[in-house]
Structures are given as structure tokens and as C-alpha cells.
């Protein structure tokens, strides 16, 4: 295919172009899905999956450096490197478990969903009212489930307590609420600083969700003359221009 053809594929505002682009969302929403489901499965018989997987990511990565303005840019990108991070880790052969860390890295593909953030942002009206909630949960499932992967990986073979994912995500919860059970418990210094790192960071974001969910910092609401289009949700003036608001709400809580 011309590359002319691949950049209105990708960038185009044809029908054609918005069903190639929305096929690329479902793809991406399956594998996300599947890179997680089969962490707990962890069966042979996934290694053909994941090799099938990888060779159409690579196949769309390599279409967007084609097209990309800037390739340098697109392969020093957080997504370009968590991309080639990913095919490497679909793509190795994994025999036994002398290899079995790279399943960290195919969790990186988590951090496709910031992309299908923006692409659903830009065609769904429902999605711009509720964008704040959906991304702090999308922000809270990316670090469970990487710290799931992390916590598995380094501590199946020394600790009898993390025998499968299960484990591992049972223990990132209880971590993450500070629930604390004590039934399963990492080992070593390396143990006790993933759970410093989850418990620091986890509750961050899992407060940040239970705020915006309780109460959205932003509302969205268009300033009849600057445009600004967020605001707090109990602002009187425009933070932009200074303009009178008249912007609906239930007063503070």
C-alpha cells in the first residue's frame, strides 16, 4: 500500500478511514484484554497468541513510522518505546522460565489506553462528560496491574505465598487499600520497597478516582469569550479571561 494511503487510513476523515481507526480500537481493547486475562492463565498454549500479536502490532507500528512527520520523535516517544518493548516481548522465544520477566513488559500495552482516550474523546459526547472519572480508573487499572506483574515476577521463585497472578493481584490490593491482612508478604528488600512504591502511589490514585468520582474537580463548560472549556465546578469567574459565569451546580459539599 502507498504511503498516501496508509496516512488517510490513519489520519484521514473518511468513513473508510474512521472504520480502519475504530477496527484498530477493537484490536487494541482485545489484547489489552487478553495480555491480562492469560498473566493468570499462564498456559502453553498461549505462546502462538501471543506470537500472532505481536507480528500485527509490529505490522502497525511499522505503518505508523512510515507515515509518521517525525520517526526520531515517534520511536522516542513513552508509546513508541512501550510498543517495541512489547513485540520484543511477543515476539521472543520464550522457553520455560528463563524468559518468563518479559511478561512485565506486555503490560506496558496498557499504555495503549491513553491512546484510545483521545481517539474515543474526540467521537463520543457521553465520553467528554465522564472523560475525568474514565481516565483516573484507566490511571488506577494501568498501575495495578503493571505492580501485579512486578510483584509476580520477582517474587514466584522465592516466595511460597505468590504462587500464580491471583496472588499477586490479591496482594497489590490489599496494598493498594491499605488493608493489609498480612497473609501474604513480600520478601526481601526489594519485597518491601514494591510495597512502599505500591502503597505510595496506589492509594494517590485510587483517592484521586473516589474524589473525581464523588465530586469532579472540572466541569465542562465553554467561556462565551476566551472558549476555555474547564473550570472548577464551583467557579464564578473565568480563571482565562475573568468573564461571569453562570455555570449549573449543587454548591460545595
Request: hydrophobic share 50%; aromatic share 10%.
Amino acid at each position: 500500500m502507498r504511503k498516501q494511503g496508509l496516512t488517510d487510513l490513519y489520519l484521514g476523515d473518511s468513513t473508510r478511514a474512521h472504520r480502519f481507526r475504530y477496527g484498530l480500537l477493537v484490536f487494541d481493547l482485545v489484547t489489552i484484554a487478553f495480555l491480562v486475562v492469560s498473566s493468570f492463565l499462564q498456559t502453553a498454549g498461549t505462546e502462538v497468541i501471543d506470537a500472532v500479536i505481536g507480528l500485527v502490532i509490529a505490522a502497525d507500528f511499522a505503518a505508523r513510522l512510515w507515515i509518521a512527520p517525525s520517526r526520531w520523535r515517534m520511536l522516542a516517544s513513552p508509546f513508541g518505546i512501550a510498543d517495541i518493548v512489547v513485540i520484543a516481548s511477543l515476539l521472543a522465544p520464550i522457553v520455560g522460565e528463563g524468559m518468563a520477566f518479559l511478561r512485565i513488559a506486555r503490560m506496558l500495552r496498557l499504555l495503549r489506553s491513553y491512546e484510545l482516550l483521545a481517539r474515543l474523546r474526540q467521537d463520543f459526547d457521553w465520553f467528554r462528560r465522564n472523560e475525568q472519572t474514565i481516565l483516573s480508573a484507566t490511571n488506577l487499572g494501568i498501575f495495578v496491574f503493571l505492580m501485579t506483574a512486578i510483584v509476580y515476577e520477582t517474587q514466584h521463585y522465592t516466595n511460597p505465598q505468590i504462587s500464580n497472578y491471583a496472588d499477586a493481584l490479591y496482594f497489590t490490593v490489599t496494598a493498594l487499600t491499605t488493608t493489609g491482612f498480612g497473609d501474604i508478604v513480600l520478601q526481601g528488600t526489594l519485597g518491601r520497597m514494591i510495597a512502599v512504591v505500591t502503597m505510595i502511589f496506589g492509594v494517590s490514585l485510587f483517592l484521586r478516582l473516589v474524589q473525581v468520582m464523588l465530586r469532579p474537580v472540572r466541569v465542562e463548560f465553554a467561556c462565551p469569550d476566551c472558549g476555555l472549556s474547564r473550570h472548577d465546578f464551583d467557579t464564578v469567574h473565568c480563571k482565562a479571561c475573568g468573564r461571569l459565569l453562570n455555570i449549573r451546580n449543587e454548591g460545595a459539599v
